[in-house]
């Protein structure tokens, strides 16, 4: 079992930047795949940002060249680095883990982008 606790939502103005955190705790040695997923109000989850075994970072159309992904594997830390945000980036953002055979979601952390 893998147990995924994030943090860092909150509210920000358009332009600004924010950071997420993800840190994994349990058997984190068979996860293969980590990121980000969100689920914007009234739409389905979307992938934002993920690692894919040794491959990656992926990100989604519309976070590239905006948002980064990056993990530190001593903390079994995954963090969210969103810049230049847009209200469109508004939602409910996930930590999500992929092990064989299992997959694991976080608790979810709200981020609005507003004036």
């Known amino acids: 079992q893998v147990q995924l606790v994030e943090s860092g939502g909150g509210l920000v103005q358009p332009g600004g930047s924010l950071r997420l955190s993800c840190t994994a705790s349990?058997?984190?040695?068979?996860?293969?795949?980590i990121g980000w997923y969100r689920q914007p109000p009234g739409n389905q989850r979307e992938m934002v940002a993920l690692f894919r075994g040794s491959a990656g970072p992926f990100y989604g159309d519309s976070v590239k060249g905006r948002f980064t992904i990056s993990r530190d594997n001593a903390k079994d830390t995954v963090y969210l680095e969103m810049d230049n945000m847009k209200p469109e980036d508004t939602g409910v953002y996930y930590c999500h883990a992929r092990s064989r055979g299992s997959t694991y979601w976080g608790q979810g952390t709200q981020v609005t982008v507003s004036s």
């Open positions: 349990g058997n984190t040695v068979t996860i293969i795949n």
